[in-house]
């Protein structure tokens, strides 16, 4: 069978499961199958057929595994959203079309060659600083729990951050492709354009306080300069540069102290002053309320989960028992409706993106290649960790997204582009094998 019709055949498979948690969440609602909740899954196997036609004619000999990989991950995101809210599962579905559009698009476009990417890397290192200001300009920006991550325009609200990602790591890896050597050898004057553009990166994003994305970014520098130039050294410097940079933010910024307070002593005995209206309560009912009740759904779960459909997610009057849980904690939800073992085998799909990833980066042949190859999945990689680790208090909580999983336009935009930009290296390492 080729690579195209066992991405088709899984396809298929993702269509099946995704029609049967839309039909598992509607009787648990309704106690009946409505035609109407099944249209969601038709839907949406149609949307991945069709990017599987682009697929087989744009990249023949990409890998076969990612994009049914992606499409289940979208599928259990919009069948949670949709047990949530059905309404807000309509608007995700929109966003899954222009997603898929925008994979379409850029398999497209770049299908002869997508290294002349290469020869506009400084254009991508300015755009995604551009990128990153936008939500910290008078009128355009807004604030959501303490950080500017959201930029207006009329009626349409997106995250400008997601996307400028992607082209940091476009910038990084034509950048250190060219440098390589010279920075293996630890000329302070290369680093130079390379410190400037992740520098300005990272003072944007901790002036709009979005500290969960500085961490994402600087991870990603990190990696990228390791896997370029083989010097533990620079991990040791990195390191200690984090260290320092998180001891002076913990110090001069509330909202960093806040987090950590939050995810060290979520629970108290006494009253704590409540920034929220004035009073003194317990941090469980003010500061740390989210993640409390985060923590109380995970437990609820238990090993098999109450089945989807069946989570308790609203008070008996109706308002639901902790905010942004279609978004920050979908997990959450979904760790309350599967259980354990279900969560297990949703991260254990996130692992096998990683490692398709990682076989992808060491296939290609050329430096461009591998280095676009790592970047985009150690990003995918580490924003899984990010938000799945602060929910299960690993680490402190931050705004970060579940990558194709959570309610967003602009996380699954830009996670649909990093797919269509490893499927492109993965057919030139193929097609260069055959």
Known sequence: MSARNRELA?????????????????????????????????????????????????????????????????????????????????????????????????????????RRLESY???????????????????????????????????????????????????????????????????????????????????????????????????IFLAMVYVATSRLLYVGLGAGLFLAGAFGVYHFVAHVRDRVTIWLHPWTDHAVYCGINGKMLPRQDCASFQLVKSLYSVAHGNWFGTGLGKGTFESTSGHQLFP??????????????LGLVGVAALLLVFMLIVARGFKIAMLAHDGFSKLLAVGLTFAFALQTFIIVGGILRVIPLTGITLPFVSYGGSSVVANFVLLAGLLLVSNRANAERA
Do not use: C
């Open 10 to 114: 899984n396809l298929i498979v993702v269509g099946i499961l995704t029609a049967l948690g839309f039909a598992s969440v509607y009787i648990a609602r309704q106690e009946v199958v409505s035609t109407a909740s099944l249209s969601y899954a038709g839907f949406f196997f149609a949307l991945y057929l069709a990017a599987h036609l682009v697929a087989r004619l744009a990249v023949p000999f990409a890998d076969p595994y990612l994009l049914p990989m992606a499409g289940l991950l979208t599928g259990i995101g919009l069948t949670e959203i949709y047990r949530l809210n059905p309404s807000d599962a309509f608007r995700q579905g929109l966003w899954i079309v222009v997603a898929l559009a925008a994979f379409s698009l850029t398999l497209y476009a770049l299908r002869r060659d997508y």
């Open 121 to 219: 890397k400084y254009l991508f290192g300015l755009t995604a600083i551009g990128l990153l200001v936008l939500p910290a300009v008078p009128g355009l920006g807004t604030s959501v729990n303490g950080a500017r991550l959201w930029v207006h325009v009329g009626s349409l609200q997106f995250q400008p951050g997601e996307l400028a990602k992607v082209f940091l790591i476009v910038f990084l890896a034509g950048y250190l492709r060219e440098k390589r050597e010279v920075l293996a050898q630890g000329r302070l004057k290369d680093f130079g354009p390379l410190l400037l553009i992740w520098g300005g990166a990272m003072l944007v994003l901790v002036e709009t306080n979005d500290l969960g994305s500085a961490l994402l970014y600087f991870g």
């Open 324 to 337: 942004y849980i279609k978004t920050d904690f979908i997990y959450s939800a979904l760790a309350q409706e």
